[in-house]
Structures are given as structure tokens and as C-alpha cells.
């Protein structure tokens, strides 16, 4: 699948389940608003400089920016970020821990959907991005090379994450809070339900 086919599938996804998990997230009737369109300036320069893949207006009226990643199949139970490109070129989590430390523009939040083959539901973790990058920091993850060029990536482990939310999120929009030491139980029974 080419790169444009796998952004816009990312789109419809994040579309049909991410963006139900966010508005849960911030107690419904929040106003979720992507950038990845470029359809202007502003959100040309949110995307592609600051790592910014939309805006989410709450009810209260305040401003959050997020990030995110739809990943399809396999759930790794787990935030990730780019790391490593062989062009040399900064990074995802080059340019957080930058921003981070000269308060630039940044997302508030990490989106991170896995989407099962059937693409029938979703499980999407929410997490507050200056945690992924103090996690990535203290920690430092191994670095996960992808099999496309090269890449490398930092995997956090949503169990790490004090502060994450997890979500189930069905086809129709159905969203279902898990916490993440629920999530964590259910998984284990499931895959240990799977070995028996």
C-alpha cells in the first residue's frame, strides 16, 4: 500500500474511531478538528512543523492540540515514537523534547489507535504527551526499527503511563472507558484464555 493510500485509510479511521474516543475523553460535545488536510496555512504549519494532527475545542472552551497514530491488526498495547530516520532529518520525538523545553507549540496529547483487520472495532489510548516524552527520557526504550527504510521508533507501554486512558470503541461509534489496569487484566485473561 503506497503512502498516500495508508494516510488517507489513517484519515477514515481516525474519522470512524479515534475521534469518538476523544470526545469522550473530553466529556462529549468537544469539537475535534484535524489538520492533516492542509486546507490552510496555519494547519499546514501545526502538521508538518509541530507534529500537530488537529485541535479539540472542549465545552468549557479551552484549546488542546493532539497527535495521532492509527496502526491497523496487531494491538502492541503501546504509544510510539519516531525516533530515528536514516535521512537524518529531526524526529517526532527530537522535536517534543524541544518543544517541550522551549514551551513551542506542541501536542497536549498522544492518540493512539489499534484497529482490528476487520476494522470492525478499535482499541485507542489517550495520553498526555509530555508523559510519553519524560518516559522516553528517564527510561530510554529500546528503539524498534521498522521494515520500511529503516526507521526507528520508541515504544511506551500504555501499563507505564499513569495518566493514559483506554478506550474500546466499536463501528458505530459505541465508546467504552476501560481503565488501563482493566485493560491490562482483560488482555492477560484473553491471551491466557488463547494458550489453554
Known amino acids: 500500500m503506497c503512502f498516500k493510500s495508508d494516510a488517507e485509510r489513517s484519515i477514515r479511521l481516525f474519522d470512524k474511531f479515534s475521534r469518538h ?29 509541530a507534529g500537530i494532527d488537529g ?8 484549546i488542546f492540540f493532539y497527535a495521532s497514530r492509527v496502526q491497523f491488526g496487531r ?4 504509544f510510539s515514537l519516531r525516533g530515528y ?18 514551551c513551542a507549540p506542541m501536542p497536549t496529547y498522544h492518540v493512539q489507535a ?18 510519553l516524552v519524560q518516559y522516553a527520557e528517564r527510561h ?16 511506551v507501554p500504555w501499563r507505564e503511563l ?16 476501560v481503565t488501563a489496569a482493566q485493560y491490562v487484566a482483560a488482555t492477560e485473561k484473553e491471551q491466557n484464555h488463547d494458550r489453554c
Open 21 to 49: 474516543a476523544l470526545n469522550r475523553h473530553f466529556g462529549g460535545n468537544a469539537q475535534i478538528m484535524p489538520t492533516e488536510n492542509h486546507s490552510n496555512l496555519v494547519e499546514e504549519i501545526l502538521d508538518m512543523k
Open 140 to 155: 530510554k526504550p529500546e528503539m524498534k526499527h521498522a521494515h520500511n527504510g529503516g526507521e526507528g521508533f520508541i515504544a
Open 75 to 78: 494491538n502492541y498495547e503501546s
Open 114 to 131: 489499534f484497529v482490528d483487520s476487520d476494522e470492525k472495532s478499535a482499541t485507542v489510548a489517550i495520553v498526555p504527551t509530555i508523559d
Open 85 to 102: 530516520r536514516p535521512s537524518g532529518k529531526a524526529t517526532e520525538f527530537a522535536k517534543l523534547k524541544r518543544a517541550s523545553k522551549t
Open 162 to 177: 499513569d495518566r493514559v486512558k483506554i478506550y474500546r470503541v466499536d463501528a458505530s461509534g459505541l465508546v467504552e472507558d
Open 55 to 62: 485541535i479539540i475545542l472542549n465545552r468549557e472552551g479551552e
